[in-house]
């Protein structure tokens, strides 16, 4: 019997379905180092609709877009009618729109849907690091007096000065904090915290690619991100996600933020993969947050 031929693909597995990213490389003419990765680390490739730098994105970041629309959504409607503002901040925005590879869907990334509500809120302000991302969101968005579309680091103190300045202290400030890549310092949380005392956090764990960095990449980028000083102690916990979950939670709990809410990520083979956390000072919080995304789950988290 002649010797079984490999394939890339097994039978039966998961491969894209359409459009594959190589091939929308090949729209752009000539193709650029930043249309190919951005300078988060994060891959982009030329829109459907307006050929402007889309990032690409898996499959679960649709769910997570989902997730966190609906519970902007249910604050917006929930509160719109009090005497305070709303103001909204993303420190990752991005482009502005998402590509699947896997379905060759491309859908409105979470600065466009936030925008896009039925009860907008009355200031955004959008930041990312790639200088190809804030263009592209800020043609995406184009000229509104309600929105600013700033270029930094989202880790640096004097470009948080800058983004906090065009909030106002008064206002119910939504932050929502969704790196590419595992690099949200702590300290940065914390400046916000300190910065604003009407905040609530919806916060990207990933605990997956912290648990792996500790693997390959050493311990300092963990150390930022968890505030701890030595995370392999948390690598070599019995259960190493939960041992960073309980660490990150109480974290937050020092700075105030004691009512929790979160809803966990999977893979497509159901792997838990990060969380999206809701961190709020109100009690009211977490209802709000498990009114969007009602899937049962216990909801109030213990620190430890």
């Not at 896009?116 to 995406?140: N, T």
């Not at 202290?169 to 929502?176: D, N, W």
């Amino acid at each position: 019997m002649p010797p079984r031929r490999a394939h890339l693909f097994d039978p039966g597995k998961r491969r894209p379905k359409a459009d594959p990213v190589h091939a929308r490389l090949a729209l752009a003419d000539p193709v650029s180092d930043q249309l190919r990765i951005a300078r988060d680390g994060a891959g982009l490739v030329p829109g459907q609709e307006d050929g402007l730098p889309t990032r690409v994105a898996k499959s679960h970041s649709a769910e997570k877009a989902t997730m966190v629309r609906r519970n902007l959504d249910t604050v917006g409607r929930a509160l719109n009618r009090q005497w305070f503002d709303i103001h909204y901040l993303e420190l990752f925005a991005g482009p502005g729109r998402l590509y699947d590879p896997w379905t060759g869907i491309e859908m409105p990334g979470s600065p466009l849907e936030a925008l896009a509500l039925p009860k907008p809120f009355q200031r955004y302000v959008l930041s990312d690091f790639s200088p190809d991302c804030v263009d592209a969101l800020q043609q995406r968005i184009g000229p509104r007096p309600d929105v600013s579309v700033l270029e930094g680091d989202a880790n640096d103190r004097e470009h948080l000065e800058r983004v906090c300045s065009l909030l106002d202290s008064k206002a119910l400030v939504l932050a929502y904090l969704d790196p590419a890549k595992p690099n949200l310092h702590f300290a940065t949380v914390r400046f916000l915290a300190e910065r604003f005392k009407y905040l609530d956090f919806i916060i990207n764990l990933p605990f997956n690619s912290i648990v792996r960095s500790m693997g390959g990449k050493g311990f300092e980028g963990p150390r930022l991100v968890l505030d701890h000083p030595h995370p392999e102690q948390l690598q070599k916990a019995r259960d190493p996600v939960a041992a960073i979950r309980g660490h990150y939670y109480g974290k937050l709990h020092e700075l105030g933020f004691e009512h929790i809410a979160r809803r966990t990520i999977h893979t497509s083979n159901n792997a838990p993969y990060y969380d999206i956390i809701l961190a709020s000072r109100n009690p009211k919080g977490p209802d709000l947050f498990y009114a969007a995304n009602a899937v049962p789950e216990p909801a109030q988290l213990g620190f430890m």
